[in-house]
């Protein structure tokens, strides 16, 4: 059985056609899923809400190569009209939705 580390490399190795193919087939229904089941789904208005916290953490995992910032300001990945996040933004972020919703969708 081939592993989710393995699954993120062989797309990282395919470049931007593999990513984004892998971020077509991951249907944002199922990432809306896997935080309202666990609890995590943001229910006020925040620069960086949990189902962006959720693509980040793919991100990192796809971009491994990469610094965090790089992979945060990739375009799409905050809100629209939200020009940046601070440093301390992302790692307060990823705590905050933790890994109950990643283990829920993989």
Do not use: C
Not at 45 to 57: E, G, I, M, Q
């Amino acid at each position: 059985m081939v592993g989710m580390q393995e699954v993120l490399r062989s797309l990282a190795e395919l470049g931007p056609t593999g990513i984004a193919r892998f971020a077509e087939s991951l249907d944002p229904e199922w990432i809306e899923e896997a935080l309202e089941a666990t609890g995590t789904a943001s229910v006020r208005y925040r620069k960086f809400p949990a189902n962006y916290v959720v693509w980040l953490v793919l991100g990192m995992a796809l971009f491994a190569d990469r610094s965090i910032i790089e992979v945060v300001d990739h375009p799409g990945l905050t809100l629209p009209g939200v020009k940046s996040l601070s440093k301390g933004a992302v790692p307060q972020a990823r705590y905050r939705v933790g890994a109950d919703p990643m283990r829920w969708l993989f």
